[in-house]
């Protein structure tokens, strides 16, 4: 049921402050401000010398976000790919490793594979899964559901923001086990998730503007977005939605790496979304949005009002969201990209709930 929504799509980002507060509820202790997750003692974090992450799509975007989250707090190197490279590329694996595979369906086949495989190489296993009697929960040692209710639309929303708070739990249990961050670091980054609720409504309040902006960018025929941190994979987000939805071709990059090849395709018909909380890196973003300025790229930059005061450039357009903390930005981020995806492929008067080509879930190899 659409409800008074005209796509699936529209309900799911919308749902999207409700059921992350679900899931959120489900993974960490309100009370005491700690990181809460059942089972977790399955992937043996204190002793891990590593962490392997597999998945597709979407889902491995959120796996990539998880990357820099598991990295910072818990101090744990990880690995990650996308399922259908991991699972031929022979990474050497044992009974020391663990294992996380993320996937909203739990069926789709090449992650499927490779967790088969790393099971085949006695690691432990665990993953993330919206649907929890799918087969990858079925052969995982522990899973970590998202509460996010059924996703029907293709382009994977409230599952992805749903995974991202899954995997800023599982960071922060990951750290307290292995001692790398204190009870009052600990606090205070829970109490930071406990803001997403809130802080994903105010974003949804930016809909009449991207609505607009959205309008101009279905005359593209190319997109880019950048960003950096934990804001590049919500640019690959970005890239991927616009295009599974609008059929336009568009790239998310590193920001970092547009001097390494695509500022070649800056001119004046290209419409540039960049992604920049005002964070510890947002100069670094801006000197990188001045080069596109330069070339005459036409920007929109999703920030918060002191990146919009002190970008030094007038982007076309400038979507502000309200100022967070580093740990939630990656999550409540999302939403605008996803907005911009759906209203753009509803200007293209494409199937946005079921895009030519795509299926829901891929059993298919
Ligand atoms: O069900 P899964 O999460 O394993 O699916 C993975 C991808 O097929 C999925 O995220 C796909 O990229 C979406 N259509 C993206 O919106």
């Known amino acids: ?24 509820s489900q993974y960490v202790d309100y009370t005491q401000n ?3 997750v059942a089972g977790s003692e399955q992937l043996r974090f204190k002793d891990l010398s590593r962490l392997v992450i597999t998945a597709c799509g979407t889902a491995y975007l959120a796996g990539l976000v998880g990357k820099y989250w598991f990295e ?49 190489q006695g690691a ?33 929303t409230k ?6 708070a899954v995997l800023a739990a599982l960071a922060l249990q990951a750290g307290r086990e292995r001692g790398t961050l204190t009870f009052e670091e600990e606090a205070k980054l829970v109490s930071e998730l406990t803001e997403l609720p809130t802080l994903t409504l105010k974003a949804l309040s930016n809909e009449v503007e991207i609505q607009k902006l959205s309008q101009q960018l279905s005359k593209a025929t190319n997109a880019l977005y950048l960003g950096r941190n ?13 295009k599974e939805l609008s059929y336009i071709h568009a790239e998310g990059y590193a920001a970092g790496e547009l001097k390494h090849g695509p500022i070649a395709l800056i001119d004046e018909n290209i419409p540039v979304v960049v992604i920049a909380p005002f964070d510890a890196i947002y100069e670094k973003t801006v000197s990188n949005m001045q080069e596109v300025a330069a070339r005459g790229g036409r920007i929109i930059l999703i920030t918060d009002e002191r990146g919009a005061a002190q970008c030094g450039t007038s982007p076309e357009t400038v979507v502000v969201l309200p100022e967070m903390s580093d740990i939630v930005a990656p999550i409540v ?33």
């Open 1 to 24: 049921d659409k409800g008074n929504y005209k796509h699936f799509m529209a309900k799911e980002i919308h749902e999207q402050p409700e059921v992350l507060g679900h899931t959120l």
């Open 230 to 242: 934990t804001s590049f994979p919500i640019a690959l987000e970005g890239a991927l939605k616009l």
């Open 124 to 156: 432990s296993i665990g993953a993330i899964v919206n649907v929890p009697e799918s087969t990858i929960a079925r052969e995982s040692d522990v899973i970590f559901p998202t509460i996010a209710g059924p996703e029907v639309g293709v382009a994977s």
């Open 333 to 365: 981020y999302a939403l605008p990209v996803q907005m911009i995806a759906y209203h753009t492929a509803v200007f293209m008067g494409t199937d946005v709930d079921q895009p030519r080509n795509l299926a829901k879930s891929v059993t298919v190899e």
């Open 72 to 120: 910072k707090y818990a101090r744990l190197p990880v690995d990650i790919d996308i399922a259908s490279e991991f699972r031929y590329r022979e990474t050497p694996l044992s009974s020391a490793d663990s294992a996380l595979f993320i996937s909203q369906s739990g069926e789709t086949a090449d992650t499927l594979a490779s967790l088969r495989y790393c099971k085949s």
């Open 159 to 164: 599952a992805f923001t749903c995974q991202l």
């Open 34 to 36: 700690k990181a809460n």
